[in-house]
């Protein structure tokens, strides 16, 4: 299972890192500390060589954080909240409320981004000249590090969504035909078109010999999967416009109480009923939701003297919406803090329930009927 550690705040938003951030900080360490210092320092010992390689490193993933913060910022200043920056093995990801309601909002957003790392690496290519005769391990390091957002800044800049080079199409796509699902499309496709690219060019560099494709190939795989599920999205949200949280919910849902115990509960509801989850309520007030993977964390034989309030997860930790939310608030909640279900929620009371999968039911219905 994935994790994420919150590392501080920048400018009022949360700056996590995921745990495959370690394996890429290592896997880059290495590389500087075992291959591009000794190289061009073979003098150095390995002492020198590891500081500085570990050094540049977190230089390297600060400068991903201020790209990402060049994103977040304009988001910010045109009216969107960002939840967090997560940094991961593959850079970084600001999330955003939602997107942006016009072209030239995400064509300004999207190139924040490039546009940062290329004055960094200005910064970077000064601060190497300047050093230059005065510490050769921090005028090669500042040189490195110009060299590498340079690179950040053109790789972003391919013209396939979900890559900044991406947006920026889309939203001139989107400009020049009034509508975002059809430019989603297009930028879609050229972004899997140069994952393919990817994927291809890191087979053949595997079969010259080269272990370094296999990373080509990952790269090729992450940003097929973003295309397609960026795509997907917007879709989503486009059969949603008008539809509300009480036009998607469940009326007819199971309760249950948080005396009930475990094993009673797996007995005469999960068996019984065929349902994942439950809500967990009394004297009509929510209390807590407990699903199927609260019950599988527990050990067996705590099941006869675990209660359902024991096991659920708490009201207080609940996201919910109101029954006048928007269908795509209702999408954002579910996906973005990664949970199966909602309650809806009128004056304290549970009026309802939507369920992950209810919601893409509906969702691919609206599709296939072309709504």
């Not at 500390?33 to 390689?53: A, D, I």
């Not at 050094?55 to 954080?65: E, G, N, Q, R, Y």
């Not at 053109?154 to 979900?162: I, K, M, R, T």
């Not at 209390?287 to 050990?299: F, M, N, T, W």
Request: net charge neutral.
């Amino acid at each position: 299972m994935r994790h994420s550690w919150r590392i501080g705040r920048l400018l009022g938003i949360d700056i996590y890192v995921d745990s495959s951030w370690f394996v890429i900080f290592i896997l880059f360490t290495w590389v500087l500390s075992t291959s591009y210092y000794p190289s061009r320092f073979p003098e150095w010992t390995p002492f020198m060589n590891w500081t500085l390689g570990a050094l540049t490193c977190l230089l390297l993933f600060s400068s991903v954080l201020v790209h990402e913060l060049a994103h977040s910022l304009i988001a910010i200043q045109q009216g969107e909240q960002v939840r967090r920056i997560t940094l991961f093995i593959l850079g970084g990801v600001a999330q955003i409320s939602g997107e942006p309601k016009e072209p030239l909002k995400e064509f300004s957003m999207a190139l924040a981004g490039p546009f940062t790392s290329l004055i960094l690496a200005v910064l970077f290519w000064l601060v190497s000249f300047g050093l230059h005769g005065v510490s050769a391990p921090f005028s090669a390091a500042a040189f490195y590090l110009a060299m590498i957002n340079v690179a950040l800044a053109v790789f972003n800049l391919l013209p396939g969504f979900p890559m900044d080079g991406g947006r920026i199409l889309r939203s001139i796509l989107w400009k020049v035909t009034g509508n975002l699902q059809k430019a989603t499309k297009i930028a879609s496709r050229a972004g899997q078109a140069f994952a393919f690219f990817f994927i291809f060019f890191g087979i053949l560099q595997v079969l010259r010999g080269w272990i370094s494709g296999f990373w080509l190939v990952f790269i090729g795989w992450f940003l097929h999967s973003a295309a397609v599920r960026g795509y997907s999205q917007v879709v989503f949200e486009s059969v949603l416009e008008g539809m509300t949280a009480q036009d998607l919910m469940d009326r007819n849902f199971e309760t249950v109480r948080p005396d009930l115990s475990v094993q009673e509960l797996v007995d005469e509801y999960i068996l019984k009923k065929r349902e994942r989850v439950f809500l967990v309520a009394e004297d009509d007030r929510l209390r807590g939701i407990v699903c199927l993977e609260d019950v599988k964390s527990l050990p067996r034989e705590r099941w006869p003297s675990t209660s359902v309030a024991q096991a659920m997860t708490p009201e207080d930790k609940l996201e919910s919406v109101s029954p006048h939310a928007d269908g795509g608030r209702v999408l954002k909640s579910l996906t973005t803090k990664d949970i199966h279900q909602v309650p809806v929620m009128e004056e304290g009371r549970v009026v309802g329930i939507i369920c992950r999968t209810d919601l893409l039911r509906t969702i691919k219905l609206h599709t296939e009927l072309g709504k």
